[in-house]
């Protein structure tokens, strides 16, 4: 799920995402629609638990190419955004070798499985890992800036915490210390669309920014490979 502005420069570059998806077959391979059909099913937060999406090899595998083969692997992952992007976004985690689908979902509907307080744990976790390249988040660190003033703060972070990694935007991470910490999955780390995250910068330093600064800013273009740009 990735929260989206239904007023999107997407929505107006996808007029009619309905006839789009039907015209899939038109522009993807036998081979490649079932490869789609697979991350669909594979992506579930209720099918796959923890587990989310495809390695890149399985993929490969279904599409008969090489696992090294670049331009295949990516031509698929392009062709289906460019095809269904107002609806789905095929992302692959480099990192973590998770090809996995998101589906876009409009900032109402991401509230009703998301609380504002989990949001904005996710949001900081997102800062941290992402734009100042954290390995993890700590649990004190997330208490220091959201729950030291608040009755019952560690258990409202908790459950939060919990919804978050049910929906595979986080996992625990585990290491020799007996802190407890976390780290965002790829899915955690595309939830936010680029109008939200513009949004939520220019809410912050009350002016407006264009598209390129905010992404600079949040080193967008460091975190996922893209060969299109237009999104």
Do not use: C
Not at 128 to 136: A, P, S, T
Not at 181 to 189: K, S
């Amino acid at each position: 799920m990735e929260t989206e502005n239904i007023k999107s420069a997407n929505e107006k570059s996808n007029h009619q995402p309905l006839a789009n998806m039907n015209a899939l077959q038109s522009y993807l391979t036998e081979k490649e629609e079932m490869v789609f059909m697979h991350l669909l099913y594979s992506s579930s937060a209720t099918i796959r638990a923890g587990n989310f999406g495809l390695s890149r090899k399985d993929v490969a595998k279904i599409l008969e190419i090489s696992p090294d083969d670049d331009d295949g692997f990516y031509s698929f992952i392009n062709r289906v955004n460019q095809g269904l992007s107002r609806y789905y976004k095929v992302i692959y985690d480099k990192k973590r070798d998770q090809v996995i689908v998101m589906l876009r979902a409009t900032a109402r509907m991401a509230k009703s499985t998301l609380s504002s307080e989990a949001m904005a744990i996710l949001l900081l976790m997102f800062y941290q890992q992402e734009v100042l390249q954290h390995e993890f988040t700590l649990l004190s660190q997330l208490f220091e800036a959201f729950g030291h003033e608040q009755l019952k703060a560690s258990q409202k972070l908790k459950v939060n915490i919990d919804t978050l990694r049910k929906i595979g935007a986080v996992v625990d991470y585990h290491s020799d210390s007996d802190e407890e910490a976390y780290q965002l999955t790829a899915i955690g780390v595309n939830m936010f669309s680029d109008s939200f995250l513009r949004r939520a910068v220019e809410f912050s330093q009350s002016q407006q920014f264009n598209k390129d600064e905010v992404l600079k800013f949040f080193k967008r273009y460091n975190v996922q490979y893209s060969g299109d740009d237009s999104e």
